[in-house]
């Protein structure tokens, strides 16, 4: 009787492997969500994702791509909106006869002759001389009010985040040099599956979760005010604190909203725009969203499992982390003064 020999293991059609491909690279998805959506062995995928779409020769064409071809390419790349996410490495997998045959260095150089770059939604914010004026401003005078770190352990500080099943903050496409980076729509966060959080902290001290039920809709003043500013103020006063942090949201900046912070008897902290980087509560949304990612299979998280998961991250987050990012206001307002009003990294 012959030995057992073990089956070889069946490889995916170049359209699985395309799909697989798409999934991994420009959806996020892990192996094992993907073999789950297309029932395949976690193996498969990953075999699907390392090897080419289709058996390809070890020759490829070399020369430039002529103008007939780069008239096609253009029209390939225009023709769907979602292949400007493709990587150029990757372009050969995808691209149509003629084209595939060759390689990537040819594509890379005919789509820059058709003027496309490759290009990532910038970070750090543009700030105008007005802006950085004001944040110089406000570093100076919260310095002469609060110049010791732990000056900063009575104010509360808040915000609200989007958690999704999403691990992708940041989005590499192909544009025009004439398209507006700013503005264009593929830069646009994708919020598939998730859910509004709201929290707020002050010193060690760290306030309740709250989450923003999908049947509210967005966040309006009057939902601002009927909704959290109760939990915020009931937490305010409980461990009698000082002052009120919230960023310049159209729902924080109302006129109604002001006044009902001054019936609740909440002083507020005047913000400067596009200050970002000096609110503390930004680095815990981070640490939030990166604890959920590390101790789940994020993006086969369903609402509820995803909402179980923003609460035990939530509870994770420790007290001495909370202080060490309430004490830091002290080197960011430094730092904003030392960069005459410019941002800051954290």
Not at 98 to 104: Q, R, T, V
Not at 158 to 168: F, I, P
Request: charged letters at 30%; aromatic letters at 10%; hydrophobic letters at 40%.
């Amino acid at each position: 009787m012959p030995p057992h020999t073990p089956p070889r293991r069946k490889h995916l059609t170049r359209d699985e492997r395309i799909a697989a491909k798409a999934l991994r690279f420009h959806g996020g998805f892990t192996y094992k969500a993907i073999a789950q959506k297309m029932r395949k062995t976690p193996r498969q995928i990953q075999d699907a994702c390392i090897l080419p779409a289709t058996p390809r020769k070890n020759e490829k064409r070399e020369g430039a791509i002529g103008p007939e071809l780069r008239e096609q390419l253009r029209a390939w790349m225009e023709e769907d909106p979602r292949r400007r996410e493709i990587p150029w490495d990757d372009l050969r997998f995808y691209v149509p006869e003629p084209l595939s045959s060759y390689g990537p260095t040819a594509l890379k150089t005919a789509l820059r002759t058709l003027g496309f770059r490759r290009r990532i939604r910038p970070r750090k914010v543009e700030l105008l001389p007005a802006q950085r004026e004001a944040r110089l401003a406000f570093a100076e005078e919260q310095l002469r009010l609060r110049p010791r770190p732990e000056d900063w352990d009575n104010v509360l500080f808040s915000d609200e985040t989007w958690a999704v099943n999403d691990t992708y903050f940041r989005r590499w496409i192909t544009i025009y040099d004439y398209e507006d980076l700013q503005e264009y729509a593929l830069f646009r966060r994708r919020h598939p599956k998730g859910w509004m959080f709201s929290g707020c902290y002050a010193g060690v001290r760290k306030g309740p979760g709250f989450f923003w039920e999908k049947e509210w809709g967005g966040i309006s003043v009057e939902l601002y005010i009927e909704y959290w500013l109760p939990v915020a103020a009931v937490f305010f006063h409980e461990n009698q604190l000082d002052l009120y942090q919230q960023d310049n949201a159209p729902a924080h900046r109302a006129r109604i909203t002001a006044q009902a912070l001054r019936e609740m008897r909440m002083p507020t902290l005047k913000w400067p725009a596009n200050s970002l980087d000096l609110n503390p509560i930004k680095n815990v949304w981070a640490i939030l969203k990166l604890e959920i990612a590390e101790t789940n299979d994020i993006q086969a998280l369903d609402l509820p499992q995803l909402r179980e998961a923003v609460i035990r991250a939530w509870a994770t987050i420790t007290p001495e982390t909370l202080l060490a990012l309430s004490r830091s206001m002290v080197w960011r307002l430094t730092k904003v003064i030392e960069n005459n009003g410019g941002s800051i990294r954290t």
